[in-house]
């Protein structure tokens, strides 16, 4: 039924679609690929010299590809008519209203989507679910396009399940080089047609045994289950940052020591002022919402407290500021390094830093930030939505380079976790700064015992003061 795929689309031009596909024009100049949007600005920056997405080699593999074999257009009906196989890569945002709110995820974006695709598709296609959907969404989209099938005798569907694992920062190595890539499916002739197709097009570049394929209801699964394992391994560190601070273990030690154990391993255990990003919460709260779904609250309940103490890490680290410069920050200027939600990205999703900031803001501290990548009218919509409009006027400014920022200022907090922070001229940021001077350091990069000889107060996460 599905001859060999030669033209890819992948709906949603994201922090995902545009990074993959262009990892797949990259790697497979036999396939043409289109990646589509229905933000019509959004495609025209990526036509552009100045990409709408931030990542370590992306413009250059864009920049070659780009109107050879990898083209990004508003015109969705076309694409999809064209298509051989169609990536769904549309955002699933948590709910913010109705049923499910602030636990499920938004899944009408996938089902609009679905219907497009019903809509105008002529001939086979097959549908790949790249965004991270709960179990069984496939089962939905599978019958809005049977339905398009009783029409139409020439149409063809099956419904794959390929989430994504990248992690931004790092999204051209993860693609390049993924430890795995899963691709759930069904176990019909036509099933296992669909997904032998998907295995080929990964195959030019990725190792045959790192190729997992599994039914689509594993796969689904799979997906929230690893960014729920990867969310739990920073709490459990996070938890054990406080116990560090009450007794004078140290962190970074405990999580050498820790993951030397191979069975338990060294990597994401790095303590923080809390994990953000698009992805964490939203999946965990996604698979706690479906385990409440399913009648069992006590794995929901287990994973809900992944959540908690990420929140509750947050909340400690804003009240351990204001109680170490003497339990007020009123008027008092704070210097903020970082804005993202990790280094070598400029996106803000859930990202601690606006949490942390709420905090201080509430305590009607004056904030001074500074972000290497991160856009002033960003940082300024992030926080006038958890606060007010009139509070970031009064209170905050953004500033183009760290040492503006910390000029005046009572403390420094590092909220990102940016390679630039490490090696800035401490001494000369501390003569300009109000005595005493305080960091505090939220990612664990900075060296504690420099900073003190220069005349510091220092607080990191997970160290006794
Ligand atoms: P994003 O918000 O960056 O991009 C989604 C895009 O889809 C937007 O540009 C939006 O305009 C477009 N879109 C929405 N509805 C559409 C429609 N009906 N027609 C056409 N375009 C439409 O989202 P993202 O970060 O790329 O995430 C996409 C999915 O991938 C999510 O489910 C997410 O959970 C998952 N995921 C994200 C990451 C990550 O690092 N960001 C990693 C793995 C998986
Ligand atoms: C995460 C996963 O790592 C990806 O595999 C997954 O595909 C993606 O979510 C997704 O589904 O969206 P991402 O959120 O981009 O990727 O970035 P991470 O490197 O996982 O970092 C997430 C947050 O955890 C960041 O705020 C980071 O600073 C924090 N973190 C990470 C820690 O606090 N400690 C660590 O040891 C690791």
Not at 407 to 414: Q, S, Y
Request: proline share 4%; net charge neutral; aromatic share 8%.
């Amino acid at each position: 039924v599905f001859g060999k795929v030669s033209k890819v689309v992948c709906v949603g031009a994201g922090y995902v679609g545009g990074p993959t596909c262009a990892m797949i024009a990259h790697k497979c100049p036999h396939v043409t690929v289109t990646v589509v949007d229905m933000n019509k600005d959004k495609i025209a920056e990526w036509n552009s010299d100045k990409l709408p997405i931030y990542e370590p080699g992306l413009d250059e593999i864009v920049f070659a590809a780009r109107g050879r074999n990898l083209f990004f257009s508003s015109d969705i009906p076309k694409a999809i008519a064209e298509a051989d196989l169609i990536f769904i890569s549309v955002n699933t945002p948590t709910k913010m209203y109705g049923r499910g709110k602030g636990m499920a995820p938004d899944l009408k974006y996938v089902e609009s989507v679905s219907r497009t695709i019903a809509q105008y598709a002529v001939g086979p296609k097959i549908v790949v679910e790249k965004s991270t959907v709960p179990v069984k969404a496939a089962e939905s989209i599978g019958c809005i396009l049977r339905e398009a099938q009783k029409n139409n005798a020439n149409l063809k569907f099956q419904v794959l399940s390929n989430p994504e694992f990248l992690a931004e920062g790092t999204a051209m190595k993860d693609l390049a080089n993924p430890d795995r890539v899963l691709i759930g499916g069904e176990s019909s002739t036509e099933g296992l047609q669909a997904v032998a197709e998907l295995v080929r097009i990964y195959e030019n570049w990725v190792p045959r045994e790192r190729i997992i394929t599994t039914n689509t209801w594993s796969s689904e699964l799979s997906k929230l289950v690893a960014n729920a394992f990867l969310a739990q391994r920073i709490s459990s560190i996070n938890s054990i940052s406080a116990v560090c601070e009450a007794t004078g273990a140290e962190i970074s030690e405990v999580a050498h020591a820790v993951g030397f154990d191979t069975r338990i391993g060294n990597k994401f255990l790095k303590a923080s002022v809390g994990f953000g990003g698009s992805c964490f919460q939203k999946d965990v709260l996604s698979l706690v919402y479906l385990c409440e779904s399913l009648n069992l609250p006590q794995v929901a309940e287990y994973w809900q407290g992944v959540i908690n103490v990420n929140n509750w890490q947050r909340r400690r680290f804003a009240d351990k500021i204001i109680a170490e410069l003497f339990n007020t920050v009123t008027d008092k200027k704070i210097a903020i390094f970082g804005f993202a939600f990790k280094k070598n990205t400029g996106d803000t999703r859930e990202s601690s830093a606006i949490h942390v900031m709420k905090h201080l803001m509430e305590e009607h501290a004056k904030l001074s930030v500074y972000d290497p990548k991160v856009q002033k009218s960003q940082m300024i919509n992030d926080l006038a939505a958890v606060t007010s409009a009139d509070d970031v006027t009064r209170l905050v400014t953004v500033e183009t380079d760290p040492y503006a920022a910390a000029r005046g200022a009572h403390a420094i907090v590092v909220l990102t976790e940016w390679d630039e922070f490490v090696d800035l001229d401490y001494n000369k940021i501390h003569d300009n700064m109000q005595h005493p001077a305080a960091i505090f350091d939220g990612r664990l990069i900075l060296d504690q015992k420099a900073l003190r000889e220069i005349g510091f107060r220092t607080f990191a996460i997970g160290t006794a003061p």
